[in-house]
């Protein structure tokens, strides 16, 4: 049995959804760089298919990364929870390798009717967000809830290798996934779950697991030959970025592809370079048992499963599980592996001899599992008693890190079974280890009092000529005390560790500002309006931290095709200062937020300061202190320039903070809700193609955080995309009563539209990606086409509001209502409007 015939297996014998109490629904993460879908039962990805977003429309694969790359790093994933009730073994699990045991149920979301999405409930601190909610805690919180009391073998189908009803431990799951657009926190989504035990009996020595069935594959290659070449493994330790000598513990389960696919011998859009993996970052207590395991399914020769394990010793015997060294089938099998602290050595090393350690030695297919095979990994960890009533928290984080694969022929050219290590070593885990170590410290903010009991986490201080890591539990956050503590000595101090009370939230850019377009044909003028963007106040810094608006444009939404065409930014000043670090040593340092020229100019009495007239080599003294000065940005401050961003509204004054005293001669309702005129711009962009549309984002940056090391922090320009044809707006069709018309006419198979960019930058099947395209349409109509001899062959309605996108466009793509592809032939087309009826011909020329 192959792994489509398992999956084809559970399809076809477990239950329909609508025999559950709750249907098992599907949702997607889309706010970051990375596009994941959840199930609400326990699961995230989708066996390797692609399902319907309820958001967008848009088929979701299993984890999609980076965002739109159609790069896809998972089969399934689930959360597994095992315990002793009465001394019987039982273990809950989303779902598991033969894909045939789902034991978690949906429960109804609990949560404003307006708030749930598809078994879902959905929530935002984007204010501009329709789904903003004080309760959330990232821009797209998806929270569900699941039990596992459901035994009836009309819902949950009975273990095949117990070879008996599914008996339920009795809890109650709030699971709560939570992505950022940020740019140190978008490659990572965190879980955080909550576990209730809802029965009546006290579950003794719970293990927690989360199981990875992790392929990787270009949507192109979704088969054998794109999930059968994977790697495995566990990363514990990362060297700090700070350095200084400092080891980060990074502690993740990871997968990817063997040698990143390259394509003759160089990366080419098919590549999967990244490496996506898992890290715990809350469990309900210190001191516990950590095990990792990994293994590879056969399904149909027990004698070919494989897993790295422990050979038997007197005190610790042989488990003999069913035949299979790896996949842990039934109850107990499962408990075995969650429960033993064990970790495995990575799939790479399979063919290296590690009897001297104590593990089995190599399998006979020691070498084929090496190279990179189907592969699937348990990250556990307990134990715990869990009472009656009682809830335990857990939270993991679902990470990826591009770049893991350096070179296209690493692979090929270091590679040996017997000895990875020098391949080993080619493998780059800068980007996976530093967004853990991102994901962690969103999880528990580093440096900062959470719960108020005078303990802001752990630093480290690295001193000039050597190294002092401390640990000071009644520190406060004080730099005074820190002189205190390390008096007489210069150092660079930073925490790296928070202090255990989760906080679930990280800096963010400003909020992206409304958007819309006017279209005209050839030209579109972008308007936008940053009331929003320009007075939310940073939670961190308490102030406003606004410094500019970036407009971007690009012509679709694959990562990196996107290209700012414009930008504002306020005119304001760093300014570094001379700082001592020992006797005649000297560096300069950034500690403050950048100062505006009027300011600068109050500060030092000099109403014609300059900060430009100095630099390093010629620096500014004042009271005994050198300063030079570097412009935040570009300083691309001046508006109205030919060409470039200016003031919709050259006259509006800047409203007052109460909104209740704005008059209606201030605001303005373009937008659809109302905002001050005064921060109302706008960009035109001309010569532009017509045929083709344009993907337009406006973004707004702030100016960093010098103190805490961030970088100027912008808002994603892919969150929030408009897409639009340079063609004339619906409304002015109506209004001056244009003609509909159709391009190409005719159509021509061999004009070879896909390599010019006019149809099929998505890469998918020819056939399918053909497009005819309607152009002066009005906001309403049907579209009809006919053949000669008057036979519907395909009908649809154009339907739209006022002012949105595209509204003036539309196309069909050259298959019949028979979802068959049209042939050669004269065709006419019908376009029905509430106001008229326009009849034309196109031809198609196969």
């Known amino acids: 049995m192959s792994k489509e015939e398992a999956l084809a297996a559970r399809l076809r014998q477990a239950p329909q959804a609508s025999a559950a109490p709750q249907p098992i629904n599907y949702i997607a993460h889309g706010r970051g760089n990375m596009q994941l879908s ?58 598991e390798d033969f894909y045939q045991t789902l034991e978690f149920q949906p429960e109804p979301p609990e949560c404003d009717p307006r708030f749930q999405v598809s078994g879902f409930c959905y929530q935002s601190i984007d204010e501009r967000n329709d789904f903003f909610s004080t309760a959330a805690l990232s821009e ?154 990994w293994w590879i399914i056969n399904y149909s020769d027990p004698r070919l499963d494989f897993g790295p394990r422990k050979a038997p010793t007197p005190g610790d015997p042989f488990r003999n599980m069913l035949g299979r060294l790896g996949t842990p089938l039934g109850d107990p099998n499962k408990y075995y592996v969650m429960s033993r602290p064990e970790f495995d050595y990575d799939l790479l090393y399979t063919a290296v001899d590690h009897s001297d350690s104590g593990w089995l030695r190599p399998p006979a297919n020691a070498v084929d599992v090496a190279e990179g095979f189907d592969s699937r990994y348990l990250l556990s960890f307990g134990p715990f008693t869990v009472e009656p009533g009682q809830q335990l928290p857990i939270s993991f984080a679902w990470v990826g890190g591009d770049n893991f694969h350096q070179e296209p022929d690493d692979f090929d050219k270091y590679f040996y079974a017997y000895s990875p290590d020098q391949y080993y070593q080619r493998l780059n885990f800068d980007n996976l280890a530093l967004n853990a170590r991102w994901a962690a410290w969103v999880y ?22 050597s190294v002092i890591e401390r640990i000071d539990t009644s520190y406060t956050g004080s730099d005074t005390l820190i002189d205190t503590l390390f008096r007489g000595v ?29 279209p005209q044909q050839g030209k579109l003028t972008v308007r936008w309006n940053g009331y929003k963007s320009e007075n939310t106040k940073d939670i961190f810094l308490g102030e406003v931290d606004f410094e500019g608006y970036r407009v971007y444009l690009g012509l679709d939404d694959r990562p990196g095709a996107m290209s700012p065409l414009a930008s504002y930014d306020r005119e304001d000043y ?177 004009a070879e539209y896909a390599s010019g960019g006019y149809e099929n930058r998505e890469g998918i099947d020819p056939e399918r990606a053909r497009r005819i395209h309607f152009s002066n349409l009005p906001r309403v109509c049907t579209i009809s086409i006919y053949s000669l001899d008057g036979d519907l062959v395909r009908r649809w309605d154009h339907n739209f509001e006022s002012g949105d996108p595209g509204s003036m466009h539309d196309s069909w793509d050259l298959i019949t209502r028979n979802t068959q592809a049209v042939v050669s032939g004269i065709y006419y087309w019908v376009v029905e409007s509430p106001t008229r009826t326009q009849i034309g011909k196109l031809v198609i020329i196969k």
């Not at 210069?490 to 909020?511: C, I, K, L, M, S």
């Open 140 to 293: 797209q919180d998806l929270v569900c809830w699941y039990t596992d009391t459901f035994t009836s073998q009309s819902v949950v189908d009975p273990d095949p290798t117990d070879n008996r009803g599914h008996r339920p431990l009795n809890i109650r799951v709030r699971q709560r996934s939570m992505a950022w657009s940020y740019a140190y926190a978008d490659d990572f989504i965190l879980f955080d779950y909550l576990i209730e035990n809802i029965g009546r009996e006290t579950l003794k020595d719970v293990y927690m697991s989360i199981w990875v069935d992790g392929d990787v594959w270009h949507t192109s290659r979704n088969g054998p030959g794109g999930w059968n070449d994977d790697l495995a493994g566990f990363y514990r330790h990362h060297p700090a970025p700070e350095g200084c000598g400092f080891t980060d513990t990074v502690n993740i389960a990871y997968h990817a592809d063997n040698d990143g696919d390259p394509a003759g011998g160089v990366w080419d859009y098919r590549s999967t370079r990244s490496a996506v993996g898992a890290r715990v970052v809350r469990t309900p207590a210190e001191s516990l048992k950590y095990s990792y395991n």
């Open 490 to 518: 210069v150092a660079d101090t930073f925490f790296y560790e928070g202090d255990n009370a989760p906080d679930f939230r990280g800096a963010g850019p400003p909020p992206s500002p409304y958007v819309r377009i006017i």
């Open 444 to 465: 528990d903010n580093p440096g900062v009092d959470t719960d108020g009991d005078g303990y802001a986490g752990k630093f480290r201080v690295c001193v000039r000529d």
């Open 574 to 750: 760093n300014r570094f200062y001379l700082k001592r670090l020992s006797a005649g040593s000297y560096e300069w340092v950034l500690t403050e937020i950048p100062f505006t020229l009027d300011s600068l100019r109050a500060m030092f009495g000099n109403s014609l300061f300059d900060p430009k007239a100095y630099s390093r080599a010629n620096p500014f003294s004042f009271l005994d202190s050198l300063f030079y000065f570097e412009p935040q940005d570009y300083n691309a401050s001046e508006l109205g320039l030919p060409g470039g961003i200016r003031r919709a509204y050259p006259g509006a004054v800047r409203p007052p903070a109460d909104s209740t005293l704005w008059t209606e001669e201030m605001v303005t309702r373009e937008h659809g809700v109302v905002l001050p005129k005064y921060y109302e711009y706008e960009l035109e962009i001309d010569q532009l193609l017509p045929t083709i549309p344009y993907y337009i984002s406006v973004t707004a940056f702030d100016f960093g955080s010098p103190q805490s090391g961030l970088l100027s922090l912008e808002s994603s320009p892919y969150n929030d995309l408009v897409i639009e044809y340079p063609q004339t707006s619906s409304e002015a069709v109506e209004f001056e009563n244009l003609d509909a018309y159709v391009y190409p006419n005719p159509y021509r198979i061999d």
């Open 38 to 95: 959840l199930a609400n039962n326990g699961t995230f990805g989708t066996y390797g298919q692609e399902l319907a977003d309820p958001f967008t429309g848009l088929n979701i694969p299993s984890c999609m990364y980076p965002k739109n790359s159609d790069l896809v790093y998972l089969w399934v994933g689930a959360f597994w929870i095992g315990a002793i009730i009465d001394d019987d073994t039982l273990v809950s699990v989303g779902t």
